[in-house]
């Protein structure tokens, strides 16, 4: 009678999702699935059978299973289990119980972290929740069965057995794979309740996998958008840097824009994308986000938000000058002000913010280029990023890009050709600098002027190990 009256509130018209037995998997051996056993990882597989010699269930569990089943390595492995937090933290030598919503243990291996979840159980009706229906705690523990039932999306709610490389399904989760489909577990407008961040979650699958949105999945969330705004800033903050660093950044982003999602999140993001120069420039910054994520590189969330603020940042800093600041005390209002709406939206961690401070306060300092402000530049910590900010300044056509190709000679260039582009910048300058003030050409002197140019040849290559859009 309640499975039902569950179907009837769906609308769910699909005959085999009628006829499935959520309390009873599909079971499926290494032939149905096509699981590459040496895509796992050997510390997944240690955690699994540890548990399970110790007398407990195993499984490797949601995104890792998905992964696996697309046939791509997944970056993370979590492991489900019906042992306790304690009595996983008991098993391992470096195992530690965390979170207050749902009590998990990280298990570390090295510089290895694994999170192994107990099985949840139904939520309760009682479990504290705020004013919106979000769901505050939750250590309730259960079946896998229940467990299940609690994870949000279908593709994400199946299990792996390392030790019998068996996939256990409860939820149709392997059909919605093979149609590319997102579906929800359950009402979708009272999972969204429980936890808002699931609306960013289906955007960042969506996007990443090329998967569509189920109608039935989609159809709340422009109405249910705004309670995000209840969701800790530190989470959404998480989230969005999961989206972001999906490999499929500017797919995220549109997607939100079309869920109707991207309202406070990003502010004035709609108005950046709909100018042509914003929407180039941060068009360049995802493009080569998503390229090095592709390459296997690393990326700088500091370099990311700096490049998606930054014409926030540069109007602010037009109108600080319009109203009569210098060129340098306005750009750092200009910042301030930015910074200070994001972290209340964002959490931007301080050591993020301080790197996007450092790129957007380097900008000014490009364009000196006579005496030895270059070699000093040269030496900041942070110059790759600020370097590669520049390039893609250039390459939007927000500047010229003369500019981009001296700084790269320069950076790239010997001693005597840095002098030389020195030399040809001191003729070729107007005699004002970016804070309106009269330079004087550097003189020129020759070999005897080591010290920069030495700073500078020890200084580069450390700067790009350090990171421009993220090396």
């Not at 056993?37 to 510390?43: G, V």
């Not at 939206?345 to 401070?357: C, H, N, P, S, V």
């Amino acid at each position: 009678m309640i499975k039902k009256l569950i179907r009837k509130i769906l609308g769910t018209k699909d005959k085999s999702a009628k006829a499935r037995d959520t309390n009873t998997p599909v079971i499926l051996g290494p032939d149905a699935h096509g699981i590459d056993p040496k895509l796992l990882s050997s510390n997944a597989v240690r955690v699994t059978s540890t548990l399970q010699e110790a007398g407990f269930e195993a499984f490797v569990v949601g995104g890792a299973v998905r992964d696996l089943l697309l046939g791509v390595k997944p970056k993370d492995f979590d492991i489900a289990t019906n042992a306790t937090p304690e009595q996983v933290r008991k098993l391992f030598r470096r195992a530690f119980i965390i979170g207050k919503r749902f009590q998990i243990v990280h298990v570390m291996f090295g510089q290895d972290l694994l999170e192994v979840t107990t099985f949840r159980g139904t939520a309760l009706d009682n479990a504290p929740k705020d004013d919106h229906g979000r769901v505050l705690r939750d250590n309730t523990f259960g079946s896998q069965a229940e467990d299940a039932v609690r994870r949000d999306f279908t593709i994400n709610a199946m299990y792996y057995n390392p030790a019998n490389q068996q996939v256990w399904d409860y939820h149709g989760g392997i059909e919605d794979i093979r149609a590319k489909t997102l579906r929800i577990i359950g009402q979708p407008e009272a999972r969204y309740r429980e936890d808002p961040v699931r609306m960013l979650r289906v955007v960042r699958f969506a996007a990443k996998l090329k998967f569509t949105i189920e109608p039935v999945t989609a159809a709340p969330i422009p109405v249910m958008a705004s309670l995000i705004d209840n969701v800790p800033p530190a989470r959404v903050f998480d989230e969005m840097l999961k989206l972001l660093m999906s490999g499929q950044a500017l797919a995220c982003l549109q997607q939100l824009r079309k869920e109707g999602l991207h309202h406070g999140l990003l502010p004035l993001l709609d108005v950046v994308l709909e100018q042509p120069l914003g929407f180039k420039f941060v068009t360049l910054a995802l493009d080569s986000t998503d390229a090095r994520i592709a390459a296997g590189k690393t990326v700088s969330p500091g370099f990311l938000f700096a490049s998606l603020l930054w014409h926030q940042v540069l109007e602010k800093w037009t109108a600080y000058r319009a109203a009569g600041e210098q060129t340098i005390p306005a750009l750092h209002l200009a910042a301030d002000d930015v910074l200070d709406s994001q972290t209340e939206k964002l959490a931007l961690q301080r050591k993020i913010g301080t790197d996007m401070r450092d790129i957007w306060s380097m900008q000014p300092r490009f364009e000196r280029r006579t005496g030895k402000s270059p070699y000093k530049l040269l030496e900041h910590l942070r110059f790759r990023a600020g370097y590669d900010f520049l390039l893609l300044r250039c390459a939007s056509g927000e500047i010229d890009a003369e500019l981009g190709e001296w700084w790269t000679a320069f950076y790239e260039g010997d001693e005597a050709t840095r002098e030389d582009l020195i030399a040809t910048a001191g003729q070729s300058s107007s005699g004002q600098g970016p804070a309106g003030a009269k330079r004087k050409r550097a003189p020129r002197r020759g070999g005897r002027s080591k010290g920069p140019a030495s700073a500078a040849e020890g200084g580069a290559p450390g700067a790009s190990s350090a990171g421009g859009t993220g090396e």
